[in-house]
């Protein structure tokens, strides 16, 4: 159980094109949703927060603008990333916490490279 | 501001031997805590949640938690080379936004 799936898995796109990424949870609805971002070697650093039907809370120094997340079921999540730049290329990681809440589950993330 | 410490390795053990994964939290009335380990290029994959003081055991794997000395770790015993990865400890934020806050890892590599 606690399976969340990504889509794409990898995509390459040019600068100033729009990303979306979508985070599923299949066999728990997932009251809150989150988004990271890791760049090699590096820690994991949270993105935002999202719970189904209302607005993503982003972390500091985060653009929302720039990253528009969308939670609008209990299943999916979107991170659309917009006007996509060169440095925006990540390791972008989702989880989904559902019954108990803060055990999160980890997509298997989507490797952006903007070129 | 909450803050999880871990050392970020490399910690080197040989095969069959038994790995010692450490954590400490700032934050004294966290309720949960949590191991991950994420191989190389993957996104992290839950290992374990402890709770309450004590040890807590799930196969080769051990969690010890101890709030007074705001210590938790992770013991992996029979180490296997399958078990070479970064092993993230995270403590629970509670509260309403059930955030976690992640320590930066530690690099375990197992000889072969």
């Known amino acids: 159980g606690a399976v969340v799936s990504q889509h794409p898995s990898r995509v390459i796109c040019k600068s100033g094109t729009s990303v979306k990424i979508e985070c599923r949870s299949l066999?728990?609805?997932?009251?809150?949703m989150f988004w990271y971002r890791q760049f090699p070697k590096q820690s994991l650093m949270l993105m935002a927060t999202?719970?189904?039907?209302?607005?993503?809370?982003?972390e500091q120094g985060v653009e929302k603008d720039k990253f528009l997340i969308n939670h609008a079921s209990l299943t999916l999540s979107t991170l659309t990333v917009t006007s996509a730049h060169p440095e925006d290329s990540s390791f972008y990681i989702c989880?989904?916490?559902?019954?108990?809440?803060?055990?999160?589950?980890f997509g298997p993330g989507t490797r952006l490279l903007v070129l | 501001q909450k803050e999880v410490e871990q050392n970020s390795g490399p910690l080197s053990v040989p095969e069959g031997a038994i790995a010692s994964l450490n954590c400490t939290y700032s934050?004294?009335?966290?309720?949960?805590f949590f191991w991950y380990r994420q191989y190389s290029g993957k996104s992290p994959e839950l290992i374990m949640s402890?709770?309450?003081?004590g040890d807590k055991e799930d196969g080769r794997f051990t969690a010890q938690l101890n709030k007074a000395s705001q210590y938790v770790s992770l013991l992996i015993r029979d180490s296997q080379p399958s078990d070479s990865a970064t092993y993230l400890c995270?403590?629970?934020?509670?509260?309403?936004?059930?955030?976690?806050?992640f320590g930066k890892g530690t690099l375990l590599t197992v000889n072969p």
């Open positions: 989880s989904a916490s559902g019954g108990d809440q803060e055990t999160q589950y």
């Open positions: 402890i709770y309450s003081n």
């Open positions: 995270a403590e629970g934020g509670g509260g309403s936004n059930y955030k976690l806050t």
């Open positions: 999202s719970n189904e039907g209302s607005k993503a809370t982003y």
């Open positions: 934050d004294r009335v966290s309720q949960s």
């Open positions: 066999d728990f609805q997932a009251t809150t």
